[in-house]
């Protein structure tokens, strides 16, 4: 069965400074990676995807996230952090082995971004 | 535009009651696939479907019932058999095979309160 963690419930880090949400995933077989954002009572946005290729992948808003096979690890990062990054942050994992789309989701990383 | 609509944004329902939250998109996307979520446990998947017609249980779909009689829409009832259904559900959809896999987009989520 595929799963998704999360470690930190929130992250704080000071405007301007580099940061990261970290997240780490189990499948059978080889993964597709999500990072997803939401805004209070709204929908969640994506962000940015992992399917091949690349390690390092380049998404929306200035943010990248770095697959790691051995450390099974998709971490989300930012060079400098802004005020209008504070959000909840979701990451996801979809099987490749699987047949069906079953995609499944991380607790979630809240990120304050301080002023 | 284009886009996932999902209503009614907030529902008071007696316990006890079924409840029906509608999901509509004009994206064309195969798949939909609804969400449950609660504070600090993220997103959950209930149900999702790849195609018209069929539909597969998630983690968590115990007391929920859906139906994907056409390929716009993805209603779920939330039966009286759901012990606990306060919560906020979100719906998706996405294109579905290879790299299209995994980019959900999402409607802006009903709030369904149970007195």
């Known amino acids: 069965a595929q799963s998704v963690a999360q470690p930190e419930d929130q992250v704080n880090v000071a405007e301007g400074n580099p940061l990261t949400v970290k997240c780490t995933y189990s499948?059978?077989?080889?993964?597709?990676l999500f990072w997803y954002v939401q805004y209070p009572n709204r929908g969640l946005q994506f962000l940015l995807k992992?399917?091949?290729?690349?390690?390092l992948v380049k998404g929306s808003y200035g943010f990248e996230a770095e697959f790691n096979k051995s450390q099974t690890s998709f971490h989300l990062k930012k060079p400098s952090a802004l005020v209008s990054d504070s959000a909840l942050y979701f990451c996801?994992?979809?099987?490749?082995?699987?047949?069906?789309?079953?995609?499944?989701f991380g607790k979630g990383t809240r990120l304050h971004i301080l002023p | 535009d284009g886009g996932i609509t999902q209503s009614p944004k907030y529902l008071f329902r007696k316990e006890g009651q079924n409840v029906t939250l509608s999901c509509e998109q004009n994206l064309n996307h195969d798949a939909m696939y609804w969400y449950r979520q609660d504070p600090g446990q993220g997103l959950r998947l209930i149900y999702y479907?790849?195609?018209?017609?069929?539909?597969q249980k998630g983690d968590i779909a115990e007391g929920y019932s859906v139906s994907r009689e056409k390929k716009e829409s993805f209603p779920l009832t939330v039966t009286s058999a759901q012990k606990n259904p306060t919560a906020f559900y979100l719906c998706?959809?996405?294109?579905?095979?290879?790299?299209?896999?995994?980019?959900?987009?999402f409607g802006e989520g009903s709030r369904l309160t149970v007195l």
């Open positions: 998706a959809s996405s294109k579905t095979g290879g790299a299209n896999t995994g980019e959900l987009f």
């Open positions: 992992y399917i091949t290729g690349d390690n």
């Open positions: 996801a994992v979809r099987d490749r082995g699987n047949r069906d789309d079953k995609i499944i």
């Open positions: 479907s790849q195609i018209v017609n069929d539909f």
């Open positions: 499948v059978s077989g080889n993964p597709y």
